[in-house]
């Protein structure tokens, strides 16, 4: 037992040798029981975040003590007062703005996103004091469908009376005789069957009607050929008559 009490004494990494001299120094009373924390207590003690953590860990691995690699890495109490100070450091180097400062910024955006919407809100209440209709009240209004009244505005925008543009765009009560107007000079739905022409034929249509033919060619040659095969079997369903002549 005390060659492997000194094998593992001799085993203590240097890194902790280091840890538990220093501490000797301090408080020789505590050199032998130096307790080390997990990275996660540490960060809790220092009250710092664990990406915070990492980064830290990272950049200044050579200030922080700490004892072994890897997950088996822990850290001794004085790396709470490093970690500490790193904070403080990196907050004067690079910190949040002053929540003063903050809320003044996000009152300047929502003032931008209100003077952008502005213009719109007023065109609005504009077209609403001066009876502009929108594209669903005039497709209310005439009883033409909404997907038929948008075509009519792409086809023939010159012949209606709008005021403004995109979806701002919206149209005076003049605007409803056009529609209709449009509506009656367009050709009401599909021609009947009878008075239509015919549709064209197409290659799918003509392979089809090939195929019914090949169809019926065949059909008809196996009925020939099931009426020779059964007047081959009466054939030789009837008696044979063998008659020998003689010399």
Same mark, same amino acid.
């Given at each position: 037992?005390?060659?492997?009490?000194?094998?593992?004494?001799?085993?203590?990494?240097?890194?902790?040798?280091?840890?538990?001299?220093?501490?000797?120094?301090?408080?020789?009373?505590?050199?032998?029981?130096?307790?080390?924390?997990?990275?996660?207590?540490?960060?809790?003690?220092?009250?710092?975040?664990?990406?915070?953590?990492?980064?830290?860990?990272?950049?200044?691995?050579? /200030? +922080?003590?700490? !004892? %072994?690699?890897? &997950?088996?890495? =822990?850290? $001794?109490?004085?790396? *709470?007062? @490093?970690?500490?100070? #790193?904070?403080?450091?990196?907050?004067?180097?690079?910190?949040?703005?002053?929540?003063?400062?903050?809320?003044?910024?996000?009152?300047?955006?929502?003032?931008?996103?209100?003077?952008?919407?502005?213009?719109?809100?007023?065109?609005?209440?504009?077209?609403?004091?001066?009876?502009?209709?929108?594209?669903?009240?005039?497709?209310?209004?005439?009883?033409?469908?909404?997907?038929?009244?948008?075509?009519?505005?792409?086809?023939?925008?010159? /012949? +209606?009376?709008? !005021? %403004?543009?995109? &979806?701002?765009? =919206?149209? $005076?009560?003049?605007? *409803?005789? @056009?529609?209709?107007? #449009?509506?009656?000079?367009?050709?009401?739905?599909?021609?009947?069957?009878?008075?239509?022409?015919?549709?064209?034929?197409?290659?799918?249509?003509?392979?089809?009607?090939?195929?019914?033919?090949?169809?019926?060619?065949?059909?008809?040659?196996?009925?020939?050929?099931?009426?020779?095969?059964?007047?081959?079997?009466?054939?030789?369903?009837?008696?044979?008559?063998?008659?020998?002549?003689?010399?």
């Amino acid at each position: 037992m005390a060659k492997r009490k000194a094998k593992k004494r001799g085993r203590m990494k240097p890194a902790k040798k280091e840890v538990v001299r220093k501490a000797a120094k301090a408080s020789p009373k505590r050199a032998k029981s130096v307790k080390l924390y997990t990275l996660t207590q540490i960060g809790k003690m220092a009250s710092v975040s664990m990406p915070t953590l990492q980064k830290y860990k990272r950049m200044y691995q050579d /200030r +922080i003590p700490s !004892v %072994g690699e890897g &997950r088996k890495q =822990r850290y $001794p109490r004085e790396a *709470v007062a @490093v970690l500490r100070e #790193l904070k403080k450091e990196n907050l004067a180097k690079r910190g949040r703005p002053p929540k003063s400062a903050t809320k003044a910024k996000g009152v300047g955006k929502k003032r931008r996103a209100s003077a952008r919407t502005a213009p719109a809100k007023k065109a609005s209440v504009k077209g609403k004091a001066a009876g502009l209709l929108t594209l669903t009240e005039i497709s209310r209004r005439t009883g033409i469908s909404y997907p038929t009244v948008s075509r009519y505005v792409q086809l023939f925008l010159h /012949r +209606i009376p709008t !005021v %403004g543009s995109g &979806r701002l765009r =919206r149209f $005076p009560e003049d605007a *409803v005789a @056009v529609f209709r107007q #449009l509506r009656s000079e367009s050709r009401p739905g599909r021609p009947p069957k009878s008075g239509g022409k015919k549709p064209a034929r197409t290659a799918r249509d003509t392979s089809n009607q090939a195929l019914g033919d090949q169809l019926r060619k065949l059909e008809k040659a196996q009925a020939d050929l099931a009426k020779q095969v059964s007047s081959v079997i009466k054939l030789l369903k009837k008696p044979l008559q063998v008659t020998i002549k003689g010399r």
